[in-house]
């Protein structure tokens, strides 16, 4: 492992809800200033995961550690490090988007100036004064997430932070994404939006029925499962023709390229979602 | 307890309450009746303080119960207090902030009807010291009825019935012997002899007892209901 130190490390972890086990045994280190997915289709875990490493639920074996110190009984300013966006953004309705960031701010201890900055960066700054309850959904989330980086911590815990959105305002949120990170931040997200993690996240685990079934940086996993490796010819007549990736298909692809009837060449390394599917037997259900 | 965390809590209640009518209106309603009617209605041979004691036992009753356990309970339903909770305010500060916040709007409503009922030295301190020890009895049980709920909901379920009871118990006792006797354990009816008899005798001592006792049985309740539940 690289030299820098662990913002998350979670070692055995498992969880169960009275008879049904959610969690098996799930290990996993975040290392500061990257962006970590946990993808996992709806009722993989994910949730249950992050409240354990926030010391919000108590897992039923193993143990974790939030910048070194266990969750369990995790003193109370540890938090005071964390940005957090929860499944539900936990905001005061009637409150305006100002008086909301407002209330953390004061709890912080940080400048108001900050407010401005983070419903700035957020794209709300025209909408300052709006109640929530007047907001849109996308709009909610981007001020659950200028809550959580208020305050700048150095640990950004996201869950499903563009789940439901347009892509547009998604990829507003990936932009402020990377922003913390260059800032210093470590992020964990959860997504089962696989294009999202690919282009975004350093490393990604895969949670299947309460296991980390694939781990590490999304190339590394995609590559991991190109067995298929093959090379794929689409003609301009609209056929398509696949070779295997061997010296012997030298010679066909040579001839097709001398007659220019090729549209596109493109190898047929799988993505994550294709990754995901063989490895679950299905899809992301959003 | 942290100063700035407390008073970060009660800038966001006071802007919230402006905004929530349901919680509002329990704060000003009976103090602008009791006010009304002292001024507006007046009845051959009724005592000089009548309405006022009448509506100020029934606000002991009804807001502080009302507002604190619906405040807590939307709090948990909508998730804001595990926000704040995951933002190193502790459950103690934020339950401190909210019913401090409570009790000195609810002595805000005292000072009106002690106002509106021109009381002065010994019974107005007599006055205003029913009210508060009356204010914190209710103000507890809606602590314990919003802890104990999940949403507001469940917490109505629970409000409605027992602010009706403390609040209507003290007129009913005024037109009813048996009720009467029974009515003279719950705090609220005390409280209403208290503010009745203010300036003019001293505090009853077994009215002094009920409300200690009613307090102490609160407390109680609320702390077995906060250690059962928690705050998340
Ligand atoms: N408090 C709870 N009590 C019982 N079951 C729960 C509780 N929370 C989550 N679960 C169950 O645990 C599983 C995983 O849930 P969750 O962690 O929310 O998954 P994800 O976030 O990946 O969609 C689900 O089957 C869910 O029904
Ligand atoms: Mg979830």
Same mark, same amino acid.
């Given at each position: ?286 | ?95 401190? $902030?909210? !019913?401090?916040?409570? /009790? @000195?709007?609810? &002595? #805000? ?8 009922? %021109?009381?002065? $030295?010994? !019974?107005?301190?007599? /006055? @205003?010291?029913? &009210? #508060? ?8 049980? %809606? ?90």
């Amino acid at each position: 492992m690289s030299g820098k130190a662990a913002c998350i490390r979670a070692e055995n972890i498992s969880m169960s809800f009275g008879k049904k086990e959610v969690l098996q045994s799930v290990s996993l280190n975040i290392a500061e200033g990257e962006i970590f997915g946990l993808l996992g289709p709806s009722g993989a875990g994910k949730t249950s995961l992050l409240k354990i490493l926030t010391g919000q639920l108590r897992q039923t074996g193993g143990r974790a550690f939030l910048f070194g110190l266990d969750t369990e009984g995790l003193p109370r300013d540890a938090y005071e490090n964390i940005g957090l966006v929860l499944d539900n953004t936990g905001l005061y309705e009637r409150l305006s988007c100002y008086d909301n960031l407002l209330l953390f701010a004061e709890i912080y201890g940080t400048g108001r100036e900050k407010i401005m900055e983070a419903l700035r960066r957020t794209g709300l700054a025209e909408a300052k004064k709006r109640p929530v309850s007047r907001l849109s959904k996308g709009m909610r989330q981007r001020l659950a997430l200028a809550r959580a980086i208020l305050h700048e911590p150095g640990l950004l815990i996201l869950d499903e932070p563009t789940a439901g959105l347009d892509p547009s305002t998604a990829a507003e949120i990936h932009a402020l994404i990377r922003e913390e990170r260059e800032r210093g931040a470590a992020v964990l997200l959860t997504t089962h939006n696989m294009e999202e993690a690919t282009k975004l996240c350093g490393h990604v685990a895969l949670l299947h029925l309460g296991n980390i079934v694939e781990y590490g940086s999304p190339a590394e996993v995609c590559r991991r499962y190109n067995h298929l490796n093959a090379i794929c010819l689409t003609l301009k007549d609209g056929e398509s023709i696949t070779v295997e990736n061997t010296p012997l298909s030298a010679k066909v692809v040579a001839d097709y390229l001398q007659s220019g009837q090729i549209e596109s060449i493109h190898s047929t390394e799988p993505n994550l979602e294709t990754v995901f599917m063989e490895l679950t037997g299905r899809g992301f259900a959003s | 307890m942290r100063l700035r965390i407390i008073g970060a809590i009660w800038k966001k209640q006071w802007k919230d309450t402006l905004k929530n009518k349901a919680v509002f209106i329990q704060f000003i309603m009976l103090p602008a009746l009791g006010v009304f009617m002292k001024h507006m209605v007046s009845v051959e041979g009724l005592p000089p303080n009548y309405f006022i004691t009448m509506f100020a036992a029934m606000y002991v009753g009804m807001a502080p119960m009302v507002s604190m356990a619906s405040i807590l309970a939307e709090e948990k339903e909508k998730h804001t207090l595990r926000m704040l909770l995951m933002s190193n305010v502790k459950a103690g500060e934020y339950l401190f $902030g909210v !019913g401090a916040y409570v /009790f @000195l709007l609810c &002595m #805000a409503g005292a000072a009106v009807f002690a106002f509106a009922g %021109g009381y002065t $030295g010994a !019974g107005l301190a007599q /006055f @205003l010291g029913a &009210m #508060a020890a009356g204010v914190a009895a209710s103000l507890l049980i %809606g602590a314990a009825i919003g802890t104990w709920s999940r949403n507001e909901m469940a917490a109505n379920s629970l409000t409605v019935p027992l602010m009706l009871v403390c609040s209507f118990l003290p007129m009913l006792s005024m037109f009813n012997e048996k009720i009467a006797s029974a009515a003279r354990f719950v705090y609220s009816c005390q409280v209403q002899t208290m503010l009745k008899t203010a300036g003019a005798e001293g505090i009853d001592p077994f009215g002094a007892a009920v409300v200690a006792v009613n307090i102490l049985c609160a407390i109680v309740i609320f702390r077995f209901v906060y250690r059962r539940s928690r705050l998340d």
